[in-house]
């Protein structure tokens, strides 16, 4: 259900345009280095990994299209 919603949000998020503050702090990639020791993942990577999961690929592009989005959660929540 978590994966789920995660799922929505991820689609929400697409969908805003690129001005927003928050899609602008949760899709963005630092720079700058980083210390010795395993790679911080930001919420992004994070989000991928739950979509990689249940088998969606080319998510970005379904997004975009939320005709096409609405219906993967949902067909999620059928599985569960």
Known sequence: MEKVRRTE?????AG??????????LLRR???RR???????IWLDCR????????IKGWKEKA????VWAIIP???LVKL
Request: aromatic fraction near 2%; hydrophobic fraction near 30%; avoid cysteine.
């Open 30 to 32: 630092p720079d700058g």
């Open 48 to 55: 991928e990994g739950d979509l990689k999961s249940m088998g």
């Open 64 to 67: 975009e299209d939320r005709s």
């Open 9 to 13: 949000w991820v689609g929400h998020l």
């Open 35 to 41: 210390g010795a020791g395993r790679q911080k993942l």
């Open 16 to 25: 805003i345009s690129d001005d927003m503050t928050v899609k602008e702090v």
């Open 74 to 76: 949902r067909e999620e």
